[in-house]
């Protein structure tokens, strides 16, 4: 059986993302770490040095998990990850997006902020690289990756400034989940949507960090769990059902964090500022823009562009405040 091969880290929530496809999906694959065993394969297929890499059984590589997501679903429809309502199916990849751009914010912030996450991060990142290297090795090249990663919490937006609103969102978006996840196994239902991989994986990686591991409540744990190997337990519900759960995830976290400063983000990109300010729920957030994030923003809005009859899904954007965001 042709196999795919996919270069990721357990610490890379873009990568245990798109792992969980493959494995909800039944692909045949094989995970790899990048090594310096393995170095010359990754990058002669790699555009970018990010994981996660997908190389098919023809040599093609491919990066960026949403796009990784949405070309494999075509081709292995069964079991299907989007629901066949547009209007859920939407509002599943609008929340996939924020998992993605906002909720790795929630993620970032908390594994290299402070000293004990970083040092443990930082270890985990340099064992996996370097499986076989002896402890001064793995300590230099830990140190290193340290150095590294942890001035980054400015590219997210992490700041003393932006720290409450941060950990605010994390703390309001976990209570909202621990809610919604009373009485089903996945975010649409009985089996996972888009929604769950892109949500799920950054929280999962804020729960293996030393801080994130004591703010996470158990219901969402589980479900995070279940989304390393997620299976297909039922039907997707419809929105009436979901509404009184997922709606205030959606105004709270989507209509009044994600979208404002996505949409900030994306007219400072277009402006060619050297940074944006904007009023979000939680209070004014500052920081350089964040150019692929204007991108995502884009194919996001054109996808409800090409949506057509939004005559069930309008109300909910409206009642959320997600609608004016979208173009």
Same mark, same amino acid.
């Given at each position: 059986?042709a196999?795919y091969?996919?270069?990721?880290?357990?610490?890379?929530?873009?990568?245990?993302?798109?792992?969980?496809?493959?494995?909800?999906?039944?692909?045949?694959?094989?995970?790899?770490?990048?090594?310096?065993?393995?170095?010359?394969?990754?990058?002669?297929?790699?555009?970018?040095?990010?994981?996660?890499?997908?190389?098919t059984?023809?040599?093609?590589?491919? %990066?960026?998990?949403?796009?990784?997501?949405?070309?494999?679903?075509?081709?292995?429809?069964?079991?299907?990850?989007?629901?066949?309502?547009?209007?859920?199916?939407?509002?599943?990849?609008?929340?996939?997006?924020?998992?993605?751009e906002?909720?790795?914010?929630?993620?970032?912030?908390?594994?290299?902020?402070d000293?004990a996450? %970083?040092?443990?991060?930082?270890?985990?990142?340099?064992?996996?690289?370097?499986?076989?290297?002896?402890?001064?090795?793995?300590?230099?090249?830990?140190?290193?990756?340290?150095?590294?990663?942890?001035?980054?919490?400015?590219?997210?937006?992490?700041?003393?400034?932006t720290?409450?609103?941060?950990?605010?969102?994390?703390?309001?978006?976990?209570?909202l989940?621990e809610?919604?996840?009373?009485?089903r196994?996945?975010?649409?239902?009985?089996?996972?949507?888009?929604?769950d991989f892109?949500v799920?994986?950054?929280?999962?990686?804020?729960?293996?960090?030393?801080?994130?591991?004591?703010?996470?409540?158990?219901?969402?744990?589980?479900?995070?769990?279940?989304?390393?190997?997620?299976?297909?337990?039922?039907?997707f519900?419809?929105?009436?059902?979901?509404?009184?759960?997922?709606?205030?995830?959606?105004?709270?976290?989507?209509?009044?964090?994600?979208?404002?400063?996505?949409?900030?983000?994306?007219?400072?990109?277009?402006?060619?500022?050297?940074?944006?300010?904007?009023?979000?729920?939680?209070?004014?957030?500052? %920081?350089?823009?964040?150019?692929?994030?204007?991108?995502?923003?884009?194919?996001?809005?054109?996808?409800?562009?090409?949506?057509?009859?939004?005559?069930?899904?309008?109300?909910?954007?409206?009642?959320?405040?997600?609608?004016?965001?979208?173009?």
């Amino acid at each position: 059986m042709a196999r795919y091969r996919i270069f990721g880290s357990e610490l890379s929530p873009y990568s245990v993302k798109v792992r969980a496809w493959f494995r909800y999906k039944g692909i045949a694959h094989d995970w790899l770490t990048r090594t310096p065993e393995n170095r010359a394969e990754y990058d002669a297929h790699a555009r970018l040095p990010l994981v996660p890499l997908v190389i098919t059984p023809e040599g093609e590589g491919i %990066q960026d998990s949403t796009p990784i997501m949405e070309r494999f679903e075509a081709a292995f429809p069964e079991p299907a990850t989007q629901p066949e309502d547009p209007t859920l199916a939407f509002l599943s990849a609008l929340l996939e997006e924020y998992g993605d751009e906002w909720g790795n914010k929630h993620m970032f912030h908390y594994r290299w902020r402070d000293e004990a996450d %970083q040092v443990s991060a930082a270890e985990r990142i340099a064992r996996s690289m370097l499986p076989d290297a002896d402890e001064d090795a793995v300590a230099e090249r830990a140190r290193a990756v340290r150095e590294r990663m942890a001035p980054r919490v400015s590219f997210v937006g992490s700041s003393p400034e932006t720290a409450p609103i941060i950990e605010a969102s994390f703390a309001r978006l976990l209570e909202l989940l621990e809610a919604h996840l009373e009485d089903r196994r996945y975010l649409f239902g009985a089996r996972p949507a888009f929604a769950d991989f892109g949500v799920a994986a950054q929280i999962w990686e804020a729960w293996t960090d030393p801080t994130g591991s004591r703010l996470v409540p158990p219901r969402t744990r589980d479900w995070c769990r279940r989304m390393q190997d997620p299976e297909n337990e039922g039907p997707f519900e419809a929105w009436d059902a979901l509404a009184p759960t997922l709606e205030p995830l959606l105004a709270e976290e989507v209509g009044a964090r994600f979208l404002p400063w996505s949409d900030a983000n994306a007219r400072a990109i277009a402006d060619g500022a050297e940074s944006f300010a904007v009023d979000i729920a939680g209070g004014r957030w500052t %920081q350089a823009p964040q150019r692929y994030h204007a991108r995502s923003l884009r194919v996001l809005r054109e996808k409800y562009a090409t949506l057509g009859d939004c005559a069930a899904l309008d109300p909910v954007l409206e009642a959320t405040g997600c609608r004016a965001w979208l173009g």
